[in-house]
C-alpha cells in the first residue's frame, strides 16, 4: 500500500522554465513533507520540508505548495538549471512517528540546455 | 560537517553467502536506518535503530538482520544472499523525536548477488 505516490516517473524541463514534481499521498496523518534529491551514485540529500500546518514554504528557487484537501504537494524549481536534473523524492512523517520517513517512488528530473 | 559512512561502494557476491554492510555516522544521531532502493519503488525501509542494541522492522525485514553495538555504527546483515537482494543500499541516520527530522544518508552501496 503505497501511501506517498509520485505518479509521474520522470520529467524533462527546458533550462530556465519551471520545473513542477508532484506528490500525492492518502494518510491525513502526516505531519512533515519533505522532499530530497538524488545524483547518480549518491545518498539521498535534504531540499525542502513543509508541516502540515503550512500551505507554502519557500527557499531560494525552490518552493513547496501543500493542499491538505486535495492530499497533494508539489515542488516548484524556478528557473530550472542544468544542475537540477537528478531523481526527487516526496517523503513523509507521521504525528505517531515522527522518526520514519515514508517515501514515494521518485521523479526523475533532466533540465536540458 | 556532518558525514555517513559505508564501507563499500560496490560490492559482488555470491548465491548463499553472508553479506555484511556497515554504517558509520559521525553525528551521535540516536537514530539510524537501512533503506533500499529500486528502480519504480523508491526507498524502502528495511531495519530502524533508535539507540544502541535496539532495532525495529521497517517494512520489508525479511531476509535481512542488524546489530547496533555502538552508537555510531549500524551494520546490516544478509544471512544468505539471494539475486532478489540486488540492489541499491541507503545508510541514514537522524535525530530523535523531531517533526520534519532530516535525514542524512551515505553515497550507498551498490550490491550484485550473482
Known amino acids: 500500500d503505497q501511501q506517498v505516490k509520485q505518479n509521474s516517473p520522470s520529467l524533462s524541463v527546458q533550462e530556465g522554465r519551471i520545473s513542477i514534481l508532484n506528490c500525492d499521498y492518502t494518510?491525513?496523518?502526516?505531519?512533515?513533507f519533505l522532499w530530497y534529491k538524488k545524483y547518480p551514485a549518491e545518498g539521498p540529500t535534504f531540499l525542502i520540508s513543509?508541516?502540515?500546518?503550512?500551505d507554502k514554504n519557500e527557499d531560494g528557487r525552490f518552493t513547496v505548495f501543500l493542499n491538505k484537501s486535495a492530499k497533494h504537494l508539489s515542488l516548484h524549481i524556478v528557473p530550472s538549471q542544468p544542475g537540477d536534473s537528478a531523481v526527487y523524492f516526496c517523503?513523509?512523517?507521521?504525528?505517531?512517528?515522527?522518526?520514519?520517513?515514508?517515501f514515494g517512488t521518485g521523479t526523475r528530473l533532466q533540465v536540458f540546455p | 560537517d556532518v558525514k555517513v559512512t559505508q564501507s563499500s561502494r560496490y560490492l559482488v557476491k555470491r548465491t548463499g553467502e553472508k553479506v555484511f554492510l556497515e554504517c558509520v555516522q559521525d553525528m551521535d544521531h540516536e537514530n539510524m536506518f537501512w533503506y533500499r532502493q529500486d528502480p519504480g519503488l523508491g526507498l524502502r525501509l528495511i531495519y530502524f535503530s533508535y539507540d544502541v542494541k535496539m532495532k525495529e522492522k521497517g517494512d520489508i525485514p525479511e531476509g535481512y538482520s542488524v546489530s547496533r553495538e555502538k552508537k555510531e555504527r549500524f551494520s546490516l546483515i544478509l544471512e544468505s544472499a539471494s539475486t532478489n537482494q540486488t540492489s541499491m543500499y541507503l545508510c541514514?541516520?537522524?535525530?530523535?523525536?523531531?517533526?520534519?527530522?532530516?535525514?542524512?544518508f551515505g553515497p550507498g552501496t551498490r550490491l550484485t548477488v550473482l
Open positions: 541514514a541516520s537522524s535525530l530523535p523525536g523531531t517533526s520534519g527530522n532530516e535525514q542524512f
Open positions: 517523503a513523509a512523517t507521521l504525528w505517531s512517528n515522527t522518526d520514519k520517513l515514508i
Open positions: 513543509i508541516s502540515s500546518i503550512k
Open positions: 494518510n491525513s496523518m502526516f505531519d512533515y
